[in-house]
T-cell receptor
Framework: GAVVSQHPSRVICKSGTSVKIECRSLDFQATTMFWYRQFPKQSLMLMATSNEGSKATYEQGVEKDKFLINHASLTLSTLTVTSAHPEDSSFYIC???????????FGPGTRLTVT | GQNIDQPTEMTATEGAIVQINCTYQTSGFNGLFWYQQHAGEAPTFLSYNVLDGLEEKGRFSSFLSRSKGYSYLLLKELQMKDSASYLCAVRGYNFNKFYFGSGTKLNVKP
């Protein structure tokens, strides 16, 4: 069964508004979660590493004030795209690793369309 | 920086064998992963190599040479449902960080 859930699966918003995406680990605690972005026909680009109880670590070139990450509990990380613009339209995927395993578990992804 | 290269697209025939190559140059290495991704969906795990050699898993096998910074994914007895993108990913010096190649779109034709 699913290990990581993501909500919403699809969202359409108007330019200038903010959108929150939730990522939950199911049945286990995830101290670290990862947020990726994937543009059409491109690969996954790591945006940031979300750490429970501390600040997220952003990859080079990712605006931390635009992509707000909150990891307030051991099972939930949220990504808020603030003041969204059409160029933010993308597929956003979260993932986590599980203690004792080498595998990375991905959420089902969120398709964001900014009009 | 991290540099992971894969061919952009490949075409193969149903029932055949196809090899998808991946070369990498990363600041650290703690394993190489292959994922399958269908359009509009999240990636699903296929295989993992951390030591040199071949790992076989049913119709899928993956090979790693750390000295050459090279891996390949071998798909046997191709089926139409294998049409998807295949992503090569390297786990870097930070044990939990994964860096992905651009993906190889595989088209399986009858």
């Amino acid at each position: 069964g699913a290990v990581v859930s993501q909500h919403p699966s699809r969202v359409i918003c108007k330019s200038g508004t903010s959108v929150k995406i939730e990522c939950r680990s199911l049945d286990f605690q995830a101290t670290t979660m990862f947020w990726y972005r994937q543009f059409p026909k491109q690969s996954l680009m790591l945006m940031a590493t979300s750490n429970e109880g501390s600040k997220a670590t952003y990859e080079q070139g990712v605006e931390k004030d635009k992509f707000l990450i909150n990891h307030a509990s051991l099972t939930l990380s949220t990504l808020t795209v603030t003041s969204a613009h059409p160029e933010d339209s993308s597929f956003y995927i979260c993932s986590t690793t599980r203690g004792g395993t080498y595998e990375q578990y991905f959420g089902p992804g969120t398709r964001l369309t900014v009009t | 920086g991290q540099n992971i290269d894969q061919p952009t697209e490949m075409t193969a025939t149903e029932g055949a064998i196809v090899q998808i190559n991946c070369t990498y140059q990363t600041s650290g290495f703690n394993g190489l992963f292959w994922y399958q991704q269908h359009a509009g969906e999240a990636p699903t795990f296929l295989s993992y190599n951390v030591l040199d050699g071949l790992e076989e898993k049913g119709r899928f096998s993956s090979f790693l040479s750390r000295s050459k910074g090279y891996s390949y994914l071998l798909l046997k007895e191709l089926q139409m449902k294998d049409s998807a993108s295949y992503l090569c990913a390297v786990r870097g010096y930070n044990f939990n960080k994964f860096y992905f190649g651009s993906g190889t779109k595989l088209n399986v034709k009858p």
